[in-house]
């Protein structure tokens, strides 16, 4: 009898694990839809996207794992407008969220801080607008966070010192105001750190320009913000600092 019961008890649990991958697909595909529904698509980029099938696997632009779970979504250079909604938080297993070069505008949610599988972040060249969520400091996997060239303004989120995995930082040409945090200083993973052509203020902490000795930073562009003064290159190991001139008064 144990055996039966055994095999029974198998096939019921294999038949929840295939529900609730089915489930988890279908809760994907319903947030991509949504999504799509928030933005206007004129060059029908989006056609592909039918919430009547299973799982958004085989739409245009979405790549799956073999779990036919979400993991990318390469949008960029669409054509695309409207807002970034919440529920993109809710693609847990997804890895690179490419939504760059579109005319995307509103705010960033802050939900985006719940992917936690998410390596590259490419929200650059649109029109959002708002502050930096802080969230984004959770994000423990990420690699590439490029936000450059949109309307984003506040300061930079001292949380992002916490993406020790981060090896490419690109705030560049937004309206970003305050201090450049010290705890960009514990990326010691970071090889681009462009922060160019914002408002920031106060002087480059001895922390961040630690990474040029200490750490694998190839670039910092600090220049075109409103720093009070920032220390020339060592020559060591980096390639370039980007600064302003030297204020003397």
């Not at 809760?27 to 928030?38: P, S």
């Not at 590259?120 to 607008?129: A, F, R």
């Amino acid at each position: 009898m144990a055996a039966p019961r055994f095999a029974a008890a198998t096939a019921v649990l294999v038949c929840l694990v295939a529900l609730a991958t089915l489930a988890s697909c279908n809760t994907e595909g319903d947030i991509l839809y949504k999504q799509r529904q928030a933005w206007e698509d004129p060059n029908n980029v989006l056609q592909s996207w039918d919430p009547t099938l299973v799982n958004p696997c085989t739409w245009f632009h979405i790549t799956c794992n073999n779990d036919n779970s979400v993991i990318r979504v390469d949008l960029g250079n669409a054509g695309i407008s409207g807002p970034l909604i919440p529920d993109l938080g809710g693609l847990v297993n997804l890895q690179y969220l490419e939504l760059y070069d579109n005319i995307l505008n509103g705010s960033i949610p802050a939900t985006l801080g719940n992917l936690s599988n998410l390596v590259s972040l490419d929200l650059y060249s649109n029109l959002l607008t708002g502050a930096i969520p802080t969230t984004l400091g959770a994000i423990s996997t990420l690699r590439y966070l490029r936000l450059y060239e949109n309307n984003l303004t506040g300061s930079i989120p001292p949380s992002l010192g916490n993406l020790t995995s981060l090896e490419m930082l690109e705030l560049q040409k937004n309206a970003l105001n305050g201090a450049i945090p010290s705890s960009l200083g514990n990326i010691k993973t970071l090889q681009f750190l462009k922060l160019n052509a914002n408002m920031l203020s106060g002087t480059l902490p001895l922390e961040v320009l630690s990474l040029v000795i200490a750490g694998n930073l190839t670039e910092l562009n600090i220049a075109k913000n409103d720093l009070a003064s920032t220390v020339r290159s060592s020559g060591l190991r980096v390639t370039a600092i980007i600064q302003d001139k030297l204020k003397t008064t």
